[in-house]
């Protein structure tokens, strides 16, 4: 049973709009969560994360919110650009051991 | 600059070969990781090792195995090749400790098909 999940399979945006990728997670001793974006061909490369102290957290363009009561986390993308078009992965630890759980995925396209 | 390299791109092999896929990194990390990458199903851990010739199961462990014998080289094997195991294979690596540390960095991948 998958323990983190992104239920979005595919997204699609017009450039210049808010993108939001969803991912839900049912372990609730994940206290650090991150967020990795994947083109093809090319290894994921880490994006942003969030500690279970905070409730958002902000690089730039990037945004990520937690909300630990309905262990949900969501990934904003403003503006987004047809360079974030990618694959999306959510992942998430617990304190035992450094091994991150992934989420299956969110294939995001920005249109031009 | 961080880096971690896989030996191939792209594998082709027939069911019941023996295959190898390595990795290198050379940022001193003492924790290194093998991942398969599955559409709809993410990245799922097949093994990971925290120090030189310690290795610990992940979730997909079956039908492979790994070597760690030298801290920046991390080995994974699959004993018998079968068709089910045409994958994206990952490996990634990352410093031991909490917060930032949980960061990995991965490789570009092995595209493996079994035929």
């Known amino acids: 049973d998958q323990q983190v999940k992104q239920n979005s399979p595919s997204l699609s945006v017009q450039e210049g709009r808010i993108s939001i990728l969803n991912c839900d997670y049912t372990n609730s001793m994940f206290d650090y969560f991150l967020w990795y974006k994947k083109y093809p061909a090319e290894g994921p490369t880490f994006l942003i994360s969030?500690?279970?102290?905070?409730d958002k957290n902000e690089d730039g363009r990037f945004t990520v919110f937690l909300n630990k009561s309905a262990k949900h986390l969501s990934l904003h993308i403003v503006p987004s650009q047809p360079g974030d078009s990618a694959v999306y992965f959510c992942?998430?630890?617990?304190?035992?051991?450094?091994?991150?759980?992934f989420g299956g995925g969110t294939r995001l396209m920005v249109k031009p | 600059d961080v880096k971690v390299t896989q030996s191939s791109r792209y594998l082709v092999k027939r069911t019941g070969e023996k295959v190898f896929l390595e990795c290198v990194q050379d940022?001193?990390?003492?924790?290194m990781f093998w991942y398969r990458q599955d559409p709809g199903l993410g990245l799922r851990l097949i093994y990971f090792?925290?120090?030189?010739?310690?290795?610990e199961k992940g979730d997909i462990p079956e039908g492979y195995s790994v070597s760690r014998e030298k801290k920046e080289r991390f080995s994974l094997i699959l004993e018998s090749a079968s068709t089910n195991q045409t994958s994206m294979y990952l490996c990634?690596?990352?410093?031991?400790?909490?917060?930032?540390?949980?960061?990995?960095?991965f490789g570009p991948g092995t595209r493996l098909t079994v035929t």
């Open positions: 090792s925290y120090d030189v010739k310690m290795k």
């Open positions: 940022m001193d990390h003492e924790n």
């Open positions: 992942a998430a630890t617990d304190n035992a051991g450094n091994m991150l759980t």
């Open positions: 990634a690596s990352s410093l031991p400790g909490a917060g930032v540390f949980y960061e990995q960095y």
């Open positions: 969030i500690s279970s102290i905070k």
